[in-house]
T-cell receptor, first 112, second 117 residues
């Protein structure tokens, strides 16, 4: 059974700081891995999708890496802004684009 | 990119009533859709896998008679919460797995927030 763990559970940083969110998974037989953002009371916003054959994806100030063999992914946020404050969820999608397993999320607060 | 919609986005109902939530793939066909539930301050948990034209597969601990899933077409799956109770209040999100043409991946809907009074 796939298990996904996100560390830290919460993170508070001053504006402008670069930061890394971590996601680990127990079963390396994944189809792809996706990072989402969720604002309070809102749905999911897809940030980055990394296929199992890829090592990283970049979008603006965000960079996500994937190391399947070690069961790890990181989300790097450069030059953080208060608007980045949200909960970040990591989801591992099983073989054949099957069901997704979500981590518990990292709640990020960026202070002005 | 591919889009998945959910309707309604918000619903408030009285205890004992049934609520239907729709999940639609707008520009692609989805042979498989997944339903997730998120309780406050918790992550998303898979409830069931919905396959077009066949019965849904429920995860352990999810009552299939309470959460009725119908996937009658390649673009629509519905989740009906029957005889809803306050403990069913949650955020329900669907995802759709694209068939050929869009690439095998999943696309998530925006979610439906259910409040049972």
């Amino acid at each position: 059974k796939q298990e996904v763990t996100q560390i830290p559970a919460a993170l508070s940083v001053p504006e402008g700081e670069n930061l890394v969110l971590n996601c680990s998974f127990t079963d390396s037989a994944i189809y792809n891995l996706q990072w989402f953002r969720q604002d309070p009371g809102k749905g999911l916003t897809s940030l980055l999708l990394i296929q199992s054959s890829q090592r990283e994806q970049t979008s603006g100030r965000l960079n996500a890496s994937l190391d399947k063999s070690s069961g790890r992914s990181t989300l790097y946020i450069a030059a953080s802004q208060p608007g980045d404050s949200a909960t970040y969820l990591c989801a591992v999608i099983g073989p054949n684009a099957g069901k997704s397993t979500f981590g518990d999320g990292t709640t990020l607060t960026v202070k002005p | 990119g591919a889009v998945v919609s959910q309707h309604p986005s918000w619903v408030i109902c009285k205890s004992g009533t049934s609520v239907k939530i729709e999940c639609r793939s707008l520009d692609f066909q989805a042979t498989t859709m997944f339903w997730y539930r998120q309780f406050p301050k918790q992550s998303l948990m898979l409830m069931a896998t919905s396959n077009e034209g066949s019965k849904a597969t429920y995860e352990q601990g999810v009552e299939k008679d309470k959460f009725l899933i119908n996937h009658a077409s390649l673009t629509l799956s519905t989740l009906t919460v029957t005889s809803a109770h306050p403990e069913d209040s949650s955020f329900y999100i669907c995802s759709a797995r694209a068939s050929e043409g869009v690439g095998e991946t999943q696309y998530f809907g925006p979610g439906t927030r259910l409040l049972v009074l």
